[in-house]
């Protein structure tokens, strides 16, 4: 089916679930939105991130898009189901997948979970892994500087090693710990700064790879894969902001050979 495939995000950090789906299924069209203009949904109400996160999968409907990823763990884990009930195409968040991978990583059944304010006080991951593994100890930690200041550029030096430290030191009470989700999407832009301070004996996921391997799964069982292109097809990127926000990330971006980036304005009428 040669339709495109959706993937929405506060912000920015959705590239590096976006970055693993064209990895994986170089064939597929992906359009991206990203609402840059309001991120962080971390510290929005839920009302506001219901409605910001419906504005988004409206615009992108009107492109017939024939999947949708959340590549937004605050809109998946307060919005998940209602989108799944009220959608007609397969809809695919990032926790369940970032769960699976903790419990297939973990040898001690002890797993730190870190991410917006939002993310951590739904519960999601830490009942996605009670689910999977009723055994499992996990300790969830809400570190709501880090999106603000990775969508400002802000991914390396001293400063951001001791931003990433002070909001980690609640860790150091898990003695037994050996792996952490990065339970926001945004938070792999800074995983190399992050692993050195949990340390080696840490393994750190992302649900980026799972994420794309379920969609892969989703589209091969029912038979709606992009027929095959001679060349990979490169993702559309919608921005509710200045198009320089995207551009401070040419690390992500680099990997892609023509990127269409435009702005985009979206619709604030509640039409779900």
Not at 29 to 43: A, E, K, N, V
Request: glycine fraction near 6%.
């Amino acid at each position: 089916m040669n339709k495109p495939i959706g993937v929405i995000d506060s912000g920015i950090g959705g590239l590096t679930v976006l970055t693993e789906l064209h990895r994986q299924l170089p064939d597929e069209q992906f359009i991206y939105l990203g609402d840059t203009l309001r991120c962080p949904y971390g510290t929005k109400t839920k009302e506001q991130v219901i409605q910001y996160t419906w504005e988004l999968v409206n615009y992108l409907i009107q492109h017939d898009i024939k999947l949708l990823v959340i590549a937004c763990n605050t809109a998946t884990a307060i919005l998940l189901d209602d989108l799944k009930e009220k959608l007609s195409i397969p809809v695919i968040g990032v926790v369940n997948p970032g769960a699976r991978a903790a419990v297939q990583s973990t040898k001690t059944n002890s797993v730190g979970v870190i991410g917006t304010t939002n993310t951590v006080e739904s519960g999601a991951y830490a009942n996605s892994l009670e689910v999977l593994n009723p055994a499992i100890e996990t300790m969830s930690i809400a570190c709501p500087k880090f999106v603000p200041m990775i969508e400002h550029g802000n991914v390396t030096g001293d400063p951001v090693k001791k931003i990433v430290q002070e909001s980690l030191q609640p860790f150091q009470e898990m003695t037994n710990m050996d792996t952490l989700i990065l339970g926001c999407t945004h938070y792999p832009i800074i995983q190399d700064i992050i692993e050195e301070v949990v340390g080696d004996h840490v393994t750190v996921l992302s649900s980026a790879l799972e994420t794309a391997t379920e969609v892969r799964s989703i589209l091969t069982y029912s038979n709606t894969l992009h027929e095959p292109m001679n060349e990979p097809v490169e993702p559309i990127i919608y921005t509710t902001k200045e198009i320089q926000s995207f551009e401070k990330l040419k690390v992500i971006l680099g990997q892609f050979a023509h990127i269409h980036l435009a702005k985009v304005q979206l619709n604030e009428q509640r039409t779900w």
